[in-house]
């Protein structure tokens, strides 16, 4: 079985990376649509994350944005429904295993409630199934308060801002240690 890093390439640096599109589903009740995975190599220690993965070659980001929410939740977006992006960050992930960096690009969705079937994970990889443990709709207060860690650290705060709708200025949150 192969380790769900194996796929990100080493960096002259010796780092492994990644570039990301991430996507964050909000509904009409301001409330966003996250997963909650897991280290592999350390189980025990899970967080939650928006919807999203790594960028294939000869993809743009949006055209990963839509394809990771349509493997990851069963959800099939049109491209135009992706609002940014929103956000531009780098992060630096300290995995059990190794550290990586992921270089990510942030839209945004609002789903009508009426829409919200039952999410469907037949689209996982392997890799997916392996460290992904579940879904849940956050409230940025709801999430700040739940226990467990979250990424990126402003996620909370940027739950609270779509709730009301995207201000049409992309935030640059820069490099964070996760």
């Not at 589903?25 to 350390?42: E, F």
């Not at 980001?61 to 493997?71: G, L, N």
């Amino acid at each position: 079985m192969t380790h769900p890093l194996d796929s990100w390439s080493v960096a002259p640096d010796g780092v492994r990376e990644r570039e990301a599109a991430r996507v964050v589903l909000m509904n009409r009740r301001g409330r966003a649509l996250l997963v909650r995975g897991h280290d592999t190599d350390q189980p025990d220690r899970s967080w939650w994350f928006t919807v999203g993965g790594g960028i294939e070659a000869g993809e743009d980001a949006r055209a990963a944005a839509v394809r990771e929410v349509r493997e990851e939740t069963g959800i099939v977006l049109d491209a135009d429904a992706l609002v940014g992006p929103i956000v531009t960050r780098t992060g630096i992930f300290d995995f059990f295993r190794e550290t990586c960096r992921q270089r990510e690009v942030f839209f945004a969705v609002w789903l009508d409630d009426d829409s919200l079937a039952p999410l469907d994970v037949a689209g996982w990889t392997e890799a997916e199934r392996d460290v992904l443990d579940e879904f849940s709709w956050w409230s940025g207060a709801e999430l700040r308060t739940q226990g467990l860690e979250y990424f990126p650290a402003e996620l909370p705060d940027l739950i609270d801002h779509l709730a009301g709708g995207w201000d049409g200025r992309v935030r640059e949150l820069g490099v964070a240690r996760d």
